[in-house]
């Protein structure tokens, strides 16, 4: 009878974990501290703090013509936030065109960017080149230009030559925008309707612009408060039309009134609104 001996050697446990402290815990990895968010806030911060000084001198009871000092909280700026008619007209005029503007630059950037971001065509580089161009181009450039065009055209600066200025340098900005969402988009959505029966109208209307319409939103507020801000580029093609930045200006020599804070806080609580909207809206989409 064989008798046969295990001769390998017993395995040897593994070494106890090392002690911190003689609690017999291991050491916990070190916090990270994120600089990158608190530098976020920060700017956010820097970048809100007029805004609310605004506001808050929106509710400022000055004694005299300049509302530079705290002297007292009050409503009736509020309540009489329509006293000055040339005020009323600045800030007409100045809605009217960024609504104009939302609109015409929204649809020609929106295809725009949907022919830069799908399709490859002559000249699209130099479109390419001529967008970024107009972005980039210093707008006393851009105001002088325009107004040299129109008086080449012998077209009367007003209005409408406004209207036109504004559509021509946020168009560029609208296409960006719209543009890095069509390249995102999957093709495969796009072939899934055509193979349902959908032509290309409605893989289109159901399809791409649904995908579409966030960055199409976006690029129309941006193009809103784009041009309901601009003053140097206004100053050059606007005629004898005034707009709410210009009436600013012009009344800085005098005093600013109090409703102009307060047409600037309504103004602002208009955006957020629709921007917030815009954000909902998105979210609900994804």
């Given at each position: 009878?064989?008798?046969?001996?295990?001769?390998?050697?017993?395995?040897?446990?593994?070494?106890?974990?090392?002690?911190?402290?003689?609690?017999?815990?291991?050491?916990?990895?070190?916090?990270?501290?994120?600089?990158?968010?608190?530098?976020?806030?920060?700017?956010?911060?820097?970048?809100?703090?007029?805004?609310?000084?605004?506001?808050?001198?929106?509710?400022?009871?000055?004694?005299g013509k300049h509302n530079i000092t705290w002297q007292g909280f009050t409503l009736k700026w509020y309540a009489n936030a329509f006293a000055h008619p040339t005020l009323n007209e600045a800030m007409f005029n100045s809605v009217s065109i960024a609504l104009l503007t939302m609109v015409?630059?929204?649809?020609?950037?929106?295809?725009?960017?949907?022919?830069?971001?799908?399709?490859?065509?002559?000249?699209?580089?130099?479109?390419?080149?001529?967008?970024?161009?107009?972005?980039?181009?210093?707008?006393?450039?851009?105001?002088?230009?325009?107004?040299?065009?129109?008086?080449?055209?012998?077209?009367?600066?007003?209005?409408?030559?406004?209207?036109?200025?504004?559509?021509?340098?946020?168009?560029?900005?609208?296409?960006?925008?719209?543009?890095?969402?069509?390249?995102?988009?999957?093709?495969?959505l796009e072939e899934a309707a055509r193979d349902l029966g959908a032509g290309s109208f409605t893989t289109f209307r159901l399809v791409t612009l649904p995908m579409l319409f966030p960055a199409i939103m976006a690029g129309g507020l941006l193009a809103f408060a784009l041009s309901i801000?601009?003053?140097?580029?206004?100053?050059?093609?606007?005629?004898?039309?005034?707009?709410?930045?210009?009436?600013?200006?012009?009344?800085?020599?005098?005093?600013?009134?109090?409703?102009?804070?307060?047409?600037?806080?309504?103004?602002?609580?208009?955006?957020?609104?629709?921007?917030?909207?815009?954000?909902?809206?998105?979210?609900?989409?994804?």
């Amino acid at each position: 009878m064989s008798v046969h001996l295990d001769t390998a050697a017993p395995s040897t446990p593994p070494p106890p974990p090392a002690r911190v402290g003689g609690t017999g815990r291991s050491p916990s990895p070190r916090r990270r501290i994120d600089w990158g968010r608190y530098y976020t806030w920060l700017v956010l911060a820097w970048l809100f703090t007029p805004i609310l000084f605004m506001v808050a001198f929106s509710f400022n009871d000055p004694a005299g013509k300049h509302n530079i000092t705290w002297q007292g909280f009050t409503l009736k700026w509020y309540a009489n936030a329509f006293a000055h008619p040339t005020l009323n007209e600045a800030m007409f005029n100045s809605v009217s065109i960024a609504l104009l503007t939302m609109v015409i630059a929204g649809a020609i950037g929106s295809l725009l960017g949907l022919a830069l971001g799908r399709f490859s065509f002559r000249g699209k580089q130099l479109t390419n080149l001529v967008m970024f161009s107009a972005i980039s181009a210093p707008e006393v450039v851009l105001g002088a230009a325009l107004l040299s065009t129109f008086l080449m055209m012998n077209v009367t600066t007003g209005y409408w030559t406004t209207v036109v200025s504004h559509v021509m340098f946020c168009v560029s900005f609208v296409a960006i925008t719209v543009r890095a969402r069509v390249i995102t988009l999957d093709p495969a959505l796009e072939e899934a309707a055509r193979d349902l029966g959908a032509g290309s109208f409605t893989t289109f209307r159901l399809v791409t612009l649904p995908m579409l319409f966030p960055a199409i939103m976006a690029g129309g507020l941006l193009a809103f408060a784009l041009s309901i801000d601009d003053y140097i580029i206004t100053t050059f093609v606007s005629g004898e039309v005034t707009t709410f930045p210009l009436w600013v200006w012009g009344s800085t020599r005098v005093g600013i009134p109090p409703q102009v804070n307060v047409m600037g806080t309504l103004l602002f609580g208009v955006g957020l609104i629709m921007a917030v909207v815009n954000i909902v809206m998105a979210h609900r989409r994804r």
